[in-house]
């Protein structure tokens, strides 16, 4: 009888084994649907990973954008200073090469000036610069210079503009422009008020000249 029981206790384990894992598979199966039910996790929205995209683009454009600004801004210094120091020699050399000797500023203090008739009813025009002290603006019908006093010998009055090529020259009792580049004398027997005088002076006082016989 044992025997028995036992042979049939084997032929039903594997029953009762199926019988006891039957349940759990349709539990399995019910909890896989269960979790196929559940909708999937929405990815991140586009539009919030492309602001964030955006906002890390224009926070890496910013310092490159600054510093182009300050590459840009620091040639426009240096040209802006290079130019202003070059104005600044430029100014010197002119203000080095326009300054006078003593001597050529008593030479200039002796200018007349004024509009001073001239032979041929010509008229020339003689102002000092008021910027630049011992220069002369000597200007007429067609010409105008710029010049400036030179020492001579004799004590004649004289100013040159040496990039014309024109000379004024000054006496006692006359004065005349010449332009030495074109050989051409522009200017003859012009008088200010003071050599007028000495003109007329002399008209009625002639010099004695050297070569008339002294009177006995």
Not at 125 to 150: I, L, N, R, W
Not at 155 to 183: C, F, P, Y
Request: with cysteine; hydrophobic share 45%.
């Amino acid at each position: 009888m044992k025997s028995f029981f036992a042979s049939a206790l084997l032929l039903l384990a594997p029953a009762i084994a199926l019988a006891q894992t039957a349940p759990a598979q349709p539990a399995a199966k019910s909890e896989a649907k269960a979790a196929a039910a559940k909708p999937a996790a929405k990815p991140a929205p586009k539009t919030a990973a492309k602001s964030e995209t955006k906002s890390t683009k224009a926070a890496a454009k910013e310092p490159a954008a600054k510093k182009t600004a300050v590459a840009k801004a620091e040639p426009t210094s240096s040209r802006t200073q290079l130019k202003s120091a070059t104005s600044q020699v430029a100014a010197g050399i002119m203000a080095a090469e326009a300054a006078l000797s003593p001597a050529e500023l008593a030479i200039a203090e002796r200018v007349h000036t004024g509009r001073m008739p001239c032979e041929l009813g010509a008229f020339v025009t003689v102002t000092a610069d008021s910027t630049t002290p011992g220069h002369f603006h000597v200007e007429g019908k067609g010409f105008k210079y710029f010049m400036s006093p030179v020492a001579t010998t004799t004590g004649t009055v004289r100013l040159e503009d040496q990039k014309g090529g024109a000379v004024w020259l000054q006496i006692a009792n006359k004065s005349m422009l010449m332009n030495q580049k074109l050989g051409q004398r522009l200017a003859d027997e012009c008088m200010s008020p003071e050599q007028h005088v000495v003109a007329e002076a002399i008209k009625k006082n002639p010099p004695v000249s050297v070569l008339e016989p002294i009177a006995k």
